[in-house]
């Protein structure tokens, strides 16, 4: 019986060794990303505005109103903030008017709202806070749009 012959190595390590240069340059690139700042800003008040939403939900869902105007409000504050690059707590109603003009009216009203809900003890139905909920979700998508 006749032996095999070893046959050669042929081109594998050449691809192991692409692939393990293809394996750094990968890890490098992920290393920077997740140590850039500006990407880190925009991921933080991304989840912000999230919690911001679900939170608008919850209140919702409990029918409470003051809470549901202090988390539209906030999400507000959170995606201006980060399209103008100030704290979120910078985004007031005067701020809103002076960059946005006309096309803020709609964002002042949801603040305003919320700054007399607060006080006032108004009540909405369900039906009125879907509105406003949706009003909400408009000038997100508005605003995204925008920037």
């Known amino acids: 019986m006749a032996r095999p012959t070893p046959s050669s190595p042929g081109p594998l390590p050449s691809q192991l060794l692409a692939a393990l240069a293809i ?24 989840r912000a505005l999230n919690e ?3 939170a608008m939900d919850v209140a919702l ?9 202090d988390a539209a409000r906030h999400v507000l504050q959170e995606r201006l903030a980060a399209q103008w690059h100030v704290p979120a707590s ?12 006309s096309h803020g009216e709609e964002v002042c009203a949801i603040f305003q709202t ?9 009540r909405y139905t369900v039906p009125d806070l879907l ?8 000038q997100l998508h508005q605003l995204a749009r925008a920037s």
Do not use: C, M
């Open 23 to 46: 394996g750094a340059v990968i890890s490098t690139v992920r290393t920077r990303r997740s140590r850039d700042p500006l990407r880190l800003q925009r991921e933080a008040a991304e």
């Open 52 to 54: 911001s939403l679900a």
């Open 61 to 69: 869902h409990d029918k409470d109103a003051p809470r549901f105007f």
């Open 90 to 101: 910078h985004v007031t109603i005067h701020e809103i008017r002076t960059r946005l003009n």
């Open 114 to 122: 919320a700054d007399e809900i607060a006080y006032s003890g108004r």
């Open 131 to 138: 509105q406003w909920r949706d009003l909400v979700k408009n």
